[in-house]
């Protein structure tokens, strides 16, 4: 997947949460916090460290394994895609 994927992930991912309705506002925080550090981290607009990047995606795939299976999904898919285009 090529990095003009990731938009459409991210919309996925939010649609994938808005679904359910156990989905938390800290969860839906560190959701929004991790999508402010890619869009930083794509654009270039500040120096974003990409070890802090991999640990929020660590993180949400965690809390997403055992009641947001479909988000978990789209995050790996995230994951590669950021994977494919060294970030």
Known sequence: MPKSSLPGLLTKLHDALGDTESTNTDLQAKVSE???SLKQQLEN??????????????????????????????LREIMDVLGRIGV
């Open 45 to 74: 607009e500040a120096q974003v460290n990409s070890t802090s990047l991999q640990d929020q995606i660590n993180q949400l795939e965690a809390e997403f394994a055992a009641e947001h299976p479909t988000a978990e999904r789209i």
């Open 34 to 36: 991790f999508e402010r």
